[in-house]
Every structure is written in C-alpha cells, then in structure tokens.
C-alpha cells in the first residue's frame, strides 16, 4: 500500500525558509510525476511543484518560481520542498501527491495518491 507522509512545516516570518519533506513507501513507479500542492482557507488546492522522477526534470507553478525548488532522494524515496523568501501568501496546508493519470502535472483530481499534508505559516 503506497503511503505518502509529509513534515517539515510550521511558522516562519516572511523572508524566512522552510524544507518540507514527502516521504514514500510501497510505491513502485519509478517514472512518474511527484508534485506539491497547498490549499489555504477558502481557496481551491494549487499545485505548486512537480518532479519526473524518471529523469528529475521540474516544473513550477509562475507564483513560486526562482523561491522554490523540488528535487529528489532515490535512496531516501524523498521527494523535497525548499521554499525560500516565503511570503504570507505562501501560508497554507501544502501536500505531496504521486503518480499522475491526468494530462496536467497540475490537476489535482489527476493523481493517485495524496498524503496528509504539513501546514506552512508564514507571518509578516
């Protein structure tokens, strides 16, 4: 049973960083997109960050790009979050998910598999 496990978050001020890790176990894809996605209060969930892991190659959404960067432990099954120069903007519960079946890495009715979520704060 695949099993996708989040932590790293808690309450920064703005400027600061965070590292969130999602960690996997008894998944067996070895090419496939992990991505991130945060969904605050009231608003719907976005994806934030995504990585093939057959190859490494990355994607960001516009409003993270050149502050954040996903990468990956093989050895670990860790996919990363490196978020720096946060803003309060960024507050929200952010989420790793596994093994897309949609057509955008974006989508997030398009993956198989959702861990739980860490929440990230960030105060001004």
């Known amino acids: 049973q695949v099993q996708l496990v989040e932590s790293g978050g808690g309450s920064v001020q703005a400027g600061g960083s965070l590292r969130l890790s999602c960690a996997a176990s008894?998944?067996?894809?070895?090419?496939?997109?992990i991505s991130w996605f945060r969904q605050a209060p009231g608003k719907e969930r976005e994806g934030v960050a995504a990585?093939?892991?057959?190859?490494?190659?990355?994607i960001y959404a516009r409003s993270v790009q050149g502050r954040f960067t996903i990468s990956q432990d093989n050895a670990k099954n860790t996919v990363y979050l490196q978020m720096n120069s946060l803003k309060p903007e960024d507050t929200a519960r952010y989420y790793c998910?596994?093994?897309?079946?949609?057509?955008?890495?974006?989508?997030?009715?398009?993956?198989?598999?959702w861990g739980q979520g860490t929440q990230v704060t960030v105060s001004s």
């Open positions: 998910a596994a093994e897309l079946r949609a057509a955008r890495w974006s989508d997030p009715g398009g993956y198989n598999y």
């Open positions: 990585i093939y892991t057959g190859n490494g190659n990355t």
């Open positions: 008894g998944y067996t894809s070895s090419s496939n997109f």
